[in-house]
């Protein structure tokens, strides 16, 4: 079973950046094929970025540029991080995993991290 705790969200003026972070438990993350989703009140959870077992990565066009997904496996840890935001990046930040790139959904989620960007 897959544990996942996000942190690192906050408050942060528009333009400034934020680095939020998912621990891992009960499964080494280099083994996993992970992302970054986010849901805005009233929206649709959409996915932001994407990171395989082999380090490549794929980013939502919104956030292509500015975030950077990598992976800590010292820590066992996803990181996201976000520079220059914007107000539209304003939404709870969760973190998934699955044991396959092939498998057709993420099985394994956190509860999320609140990211609030301010103009």
């Known amino acids: 079973q897959v544990q996942l705790a996000e942190s690192g969200g906050g408050s942060v003026q528009a333009g400034g950046s934020l680095r939020i972070s998912c621990a891992a438990t009960g499964y080494m993350i280099d083994g996993l094929c992970m992302g970054w989703f986010r849901q805005a009140p009233g929206k649709e959870r959409e996915g932001v970025a994407h990171i395989r077992r082999d380090g490549s990565a794929s980013y939502a066009d919104s956030v292509k540029g500015r975030f950077t997904i990598s992976k800590d496996n010292a820590k066992n840890s996803l990181l996201l991080q976000m520079n220059n935001l914007k107000p539209d990046d304003t939404a709870l930040y969760y973190c998934?995993?699955?044991?396959?790139?092939?498998?057709?959904?993420?099985?394994?989620w956190g509860q999320g991290t609140q990211v609030t960007v301010s103009s």
């Open positions: 998934a995993a699955r044991r396959s790139c092939l498998a057709p959904s993420y099985m394994y």
